[in-house]
């Protein structure tokens, strides 16, 4: 299962900004618009604790010591 690198932890808790982030970075790990659709209609296909448990699916925060 492909990743990102993003945090989840400490920044803004609303769905709406979690998505944008996670569409971001994304695409700058050269992810497909198919397959950032896909992550993004599982997401969206239930409620708050649903989209983040298929955030944590597809993201991994990064080291403290970086800037991601």
């Known amino acids: 299962m492909r990743k ?4 989840l932890v400490g920044e803004d808790g609303n769905s709406f900004a979690i998505l944008g982030r996670f569409q971001r ?3 700058a790990a050269g992810w497909t618009r198919e ?3 896909a992550v993004m209609d599982e997401a ?3 409620d ?3 989209l983040l448990a298929t955030m944590m699916e ?3 925060e990064p080291r403290e ?3 991601a």
């Open 4 to 7: 990102v690198t993003m945090r």
């Open 25 to 27: 970075a994304a695409k």
């Open 35 to 37: 397959e950032v659709k």
């Open 44 to 46: 969206t296909s239930g």
């Open 48 to 50: 708050y604790d649903h």
């Open 58 to 60: 597809h993201v991994d």
């Open 65 to 67: 010591d970086d800037d």
